[in-house]
T-cell receptor, first 117, second 114 residues
Framework: GAVVSQHPSWVICKSGTSVKIECRSL??????MFWYRQFPKQSLMLMAT?????????EQGVEKDKFLINHASLTLSTLTVTSAHPEDSSFYIC?????????????FGPGTRLTVL | SQKIEQNSEALNIQEGKTATLTCNYT??????LQWYRQDPGRGPVFLLL?????KEKRKERLKVTFDTTLKQSLFHITASQPADSATYLC?????????????FGTGTLLAVQP
């Protein structure tokens, strides 16, 4: 159980276009989902926390108008990279929180490799 | 600001030996700490969670310790196998609300030689 999927697994786009990445919890409902970005040989950097039915909370330094997050249902959150540029090329990973008492365990998707030309 | 440090150098060990990975944190008092494994080009996979009132946690060949005085967690893999080769990430976290988010360490690359 606790499977999280992402789509697409990789995408190549031209500079200036927008790209949407989907994150789905397949066998559980996730009230909270998280979006991370990971550059080569670096750790995961949290971009934003997405709560179903409300606005996402962005980490300091992350542009909310550039990285649009929508969490319309308990099983789906989307991240849209608007007007993508080469510096946005990265590995984007989502996770969904599975509450265990007052602590939480996160299950991660397989990631989406974005390459902006 | 919160800082989480893991062995920056890759850890190379021989198959069958015990691998020990270190996670140190500063300016932080996490209620629990999680360890994840990440393979190249893949998302992290949850391994173990240890709470602040637990000194040690075991799961098969894995053992995690949590010393809140030293602000350190150690992650051990006994009888290591080449299949254990991966990057291991530690992630301290708080109790709830806005502190539910995970902040990951830099990760340690483990290479188990056959």
């Amino acid at each position: 159980g606790a499977v999280v999927s992402q789509h697409p697994s990789w995408v190549i786009c031209k500079s200036g276009t927008s790209v949407k990445i989907e994150c789905r919890s397949l066998d559980f409902q996730a009230t909270t989902m998280f979006w991370y970005r990971q550059f080569p040989k670096q750790s995961l950097m949290l971009m934003a926390t997405s709560n179903e039915g409300s606005k996402a909370t962005y980490e300091q330094g992350v542009e909310k108008d550039k990285f649009l997050i929508n969490h319309a249902s308990l099983t789906l959150s989307t991240l849209t990279v608007t007007s993508a540029h080469p510096e946005d090329s990265s590995f984007y990973i989502c996770s969904a929180r599975l509450a265990v008492g007052s602590y939480n365990e996160q299950f991660f998707g397989p990631g989406t490799r974005l390459t902006v030309l | 600001s919160q800082k989480i440090e893991q062995n920056s150098e890759a850890l190379n060990i021989q198959e069958g030996k015990t691998a020990t990975l270190t996670c140190n944190y500063t300016n932080y008092s996490p209620a629990y700490l999680q360890w994840y494994r990440q393979d190249p080009g893949r998302g992290p996979v949850f391994l173990l969670l240890i709470r602040e009132n637990e000194k040690e946690k075991r799961k098969e060949r894995l053992k995690v310790t949590f010393d809140t005085t030293l602000k350190q967690s150690l992650f051990h893999i006994t009888a290591s196998q080449p299949a254990d080769s991966a990057t291991y990430l530690c992630a301290p976290s708080g109790r709830g609300g806005a502190t539910n988010k995970l902040i990951f360490g830099t990760g340690t690359l483990l290479a188990v030689q056959p």
